[in-house]
């Protein structure tokens, strides 16, 4: 995918991963009873998140073509999520000018695993059945 034009199905998993991060982000400001819908600082979480995920994605080929249409590559983001959250963490203290605090990103990495999965599991279930049924 780095020398290629996305196809509409590499679009259709990387749009659903960006929803997916920000549903986390959501979530994990609602979870401590903060806005979530005029919160500029849902910024200062989403971004950092969305750029280690950008820049661990593409070297575990989570978008090729294989890995998002077959279940046994599902430990690509997995490992993505894994390799991603302590960048974003990092990204996030620089913004933030302040320390990166480990149960942080214990629970960023973990709800952020969750929402991948899921979202890549439903992705993969929709797939199977369009291709057993059309």
């Known amino acids: ?7 509409a199905l590499q679009w259709i998993v990387i749009g659903g991963d960006l929803l997916a991060l920000l549903l986390v982000t959501l979530v994990g400001f609602a979870s401590h009873g903060e806005a979530i819908w005029d919160n500029p600082r849902l910024w200062t979480t989403f971004i950092p998140l ?4 950008m820049a661990v994605a593409p070297l575990l080929q989570v978008y ?3 890995t998002i249409t077959h279940w046994r590559s599902l430990w690509r983001p997995a490992w993505a999520v894994v390799l991603a959250i302590p960048l974003a963490g990092f990204l996030r ?4 000018n302040t320390p990166i605090v480990p149960v942080f990103l214990a629970v960023l ?4 695993l969750l929402a991948i999965l899921l979202w890549r599991t439903l992705f993969w279930v ?7 049924n059309g």
Do not use: C, D, F, V
């Open 93 to 96: 203290g620089i913004w933030l």
């Open 64 to 66: 090729h073509p294989e």
């Open 1 to 7: 995918m780095i020398n290629s034009r996305p196809s």
């Open 109 to 112: 990495a973990g709800t952020t």
């Open 126 to 132: 929709i797939w199977s059945w369009r291709g057993a």
């Open 50 to 53: 969305t750029l280690g995920w």
